[in-house]
C-alpha cells in the first residue's frame, strides 16, 4: 500500500530557530501533500496544500512566512518552522495523494517542541 | 467550507460494552471516510463510504452511510482495550476546497478492561 514516511518524528529546538520537517512519498507520485496541525486531545487543522512545482495555498489564519513549504518533487515536500517560539510546539502531520480518488495517506507526524 | 459534526468529544467505555459515534452536516458529501489515531501517529483510514445508505463492516466495527449523505455512523460491537484512541471522521471538499479533506472534531475513546 502507499507509504509516507515523516521525519522526523520528534524535534526540540531553541526560540529563535527554524525546524525542518519532511514528507516523503515512498511508493508512489504525490501530486498533492497537505500539512496539519493537531493540539492534544483535538482534530487535525489543515495549514496548507501543496502542489508539485507550485506555491502551497495556506489556510485563513496561517502565516506563510512563518510555515514555509516547499514541494520541489513529486515525492517530497518539506515545511520550514521559521523563527520558532513556544506557541508553534505541537503535533504536523502531512498527508499525500496522488489524485486517486478517496486516497489519502498520513505520515506519522512530528511533535515539535520549542523551549 | 463543509462543516462536520462529530459526538460525543469524550467516551469512556467498560470492555465489553458497545457504542457508537456520530458525524453530521448541513452538506452532503460525495464520500466520507473514518480514520483512527493513536497517540504520536499519524491516522490511519478505518472506511471509506461512498453511497447513499451504504453498510460496512470491519470486523466488530459498522459503518454506515445516510440515505442522504449528510451524516454517518461508526459502531463497535463489544469494545476491547485496543479500541482506544482518537476516531476522526472527514470528508473531501468541492469547489474551491476540492481535494481538501475537512475532520470533524474527533471522538476520543477510552475502553477500559
Known amino acids: 500500500g502507499a507509504v509516507v514516511s515523516q521525519h522526523p518524528s520528534w524535534v526540540i529546538c531553541k526560540s529563535g530557530t527554524s525546524v525542518k520537517i519532511e514528507c516523503r512519498s515512498l511508493?508512489?507520485?504525490?501530486?498533492?501533500m497537505f500539512w496539519y496541525r493537531q493540539f492534544p486531545k483535538q482534530s487535525l487543522m489543515l495549514m496548507a496544500t501543496?502542489?508539485?512545482?507550485?506555491?502551497?495555498?495556506?489556510e485563513q489564519g496561517v502565516e506563510k512566512d512563518k510555515f514555509l513549504i516547499n514541494h520541489a518533487s513529486l515525492t517530497l515536500s518539506t515545511l520550514t518552522v521559521t523563527s520558532a517560539h513556544p506557541e508553534d510546539s505541537s503535533f504536523y502531520i502531512c498527508?499525500?495523494?496522488?489524485?486517486?480518488?478517496?486516497?489519502?495517506?498520513f505520515g506519522s507526524g512530528t511533535r515539535l517542541t520549542v523551549v | 467550507t463543509q462543516l462536520l459534526e462529530q459526538s460525543p468529544q469524550f467516551l469512556s467505555i467498560q470492555e465489553g460494552e458497545n457504542l457508537t459515534v456520530y458525524c453530521n452536516s448541513s452538506?452532503?458529501?460525495?464520500?466520507l471516510q473514518w480514520y483512527r489515531q493513536e497517540p504520536g501517529e499519524g491516522p490511519v483510514l478505518l472506511v471509506t463510504?461512498?453511497?447513499?445508505?451504504e453498510v460496512k463492516k470491519l470486523k466488530r466495527l459498522t459503518f454506515q452511510f445516510g440515505d442522504a449523505r449528510k451524516d454517518s455512523s461508526l459502531h463497535i460491537t463489544a469494545a476491547q482495550p485496543g479500541d482506544t484512541g482518537l476516531y476522526l471522521c472527514?470528508?473531501?471538499?468541492?469547489?474551491?476546497?476540492?481535494?481538501?479533506?475537512?475532520f470533524g472534531q474527533g471522538t476520543i475513546l477510552t475502553v477500559h478492561p
Open positions: 498527508s499525500a495523494t496522488s489524485g486517486r480518488p478517496y486516497g489519502y495517506t
Open positions: 472527514a470528508a473531501p471538499g468541492g469547489g474551491t476546497s476540492y481535494g481538501k479533506l475537512t
Open positions: 501543496s502542489n508539485e512545482g507550485s506555491k502551497a495555498t495556506y
Open positions: 511508493d508512489f507520485q504525490a501530486t498533492t
Open positions: 463510504v461512498v453511497t447513499g445508505g
Open positions: 452538506s452532503v458529501f460525495s464520500s
